[in-house]
């Protein structure tokens, strides 16, 4: 079974600029995350998916993040603009039922 | 408000030593889940160990051994027979409900460096 598949894995822009990182759950899982994982930090929620719905983004900061998970599969995240203190590791996670998988990250070096 | 605390920054030991990292998690809720993910250098999360609050059955998987205790509200993970290959950051993490799919809430993590 293949896993969650991310892109990009690494990723420097400077600040203002725009960039968006892709996810790709496993199959058949109907619930997708977006966490950030600042360093020396465990990861937080930023937004959560059911099938192609928004169930949680109250910790998504919505004046410069989005999110959108067409046809309940593939998703996106965007920042537009980054700032400095969105460098951090953007992760995608898919579960079915009980366990969370996660997918390797993209890292943001925002300068 | 769910809280998980793991208050080892950073532990090192030497290959073959058993070692235990400590995990503490506050909730209000009666039913959850408790988690252990390893994250090694390469970034990604790798599920370890799912266990349900009304479980306290201690788990063992090969050198990994988990101790779940709900008195004391702790979800401990012991490594035995260290390797070097044990290297990571090690998150304890909670789930406020059975259905699972709810978010995760994790501790800071604690960083092992096992020594050859």
């Known amino acids: 079974e293949a896993g969650v598949a991310q892109s990009p894995r690494y990723k420097i822009i400077e600040k203002r600029q725009s960039v968006a990182f892709w996810c790709n759950p496993i199959?058949?899982?109907?619930?997708l995350y977006w966490y950030q994982q600042i360093l020396g930090q465990g990861p937080k929620l930023l937004i959560q998916?059911?099938?192609?719905?928004?169930?949680?983004d109250s910790q998504l900061p919505k004046d410069r993040f989005s999110a959108e998970r067409l046809k309940g599969v593939d998703s996106t995240l965007k920042i537009q603009p980054a700032k400095l203190e969105d460098s951090a590791v953007y992760l995608c996670?898919?579960?079915?039922?009980?366990?969370?998988?996660f997918g390797p990250g993209t890292r943001l070096l925002v300068l | 408000a769910q809280k998980v605390t793991q208050a080892q920054t950073e532990i090192s030991v030497v290959e073959k030593e058993d070692v235990t990292l400590d995990c503490v998690y506050e909730?209000?809720?009666?039913?959850?889940?408790l988690f252990w993910y390893k994250q090694p250098p390469s970034g990604e999360l790798v599920f370890l160990i799912r266990?349900?609050?009304?479980?306290?059955q201690n788990e063992i998987s090969g050198r990994y051994s988990w101790n779940f205790q709900k008195s004391t509200s702790s979800f401990n993970f012991t490594i035995t027979a260290s390797q070097v290959v044990d290297s990571a950051v090690y998150f304890c993490?909670?789930?406020?409900?059975?259905?699972?799919?709810?978010?995760?809430?994790f501790g800071k993590g604690t960083r092992l460096s096992v020594i050859a």
């Open positions: 266990r349900n609050s009304f479980d306290e």
């Open positions: 996670a898919s579960s079915s039922w009980e366990t969370q998988y």
């Open positions: 998916f059911q099938n192609n719905g928004v169930v949680d």
């Open positions: 909730t209000r809720d009666t039913t959850y889940y």
């Open positions: 993490a909670l789930s406020e409900d059975q259905s699972g799919n709810t978010p995760l809430v």
């Open positions: 199959s058949g899982h109907a619930t």
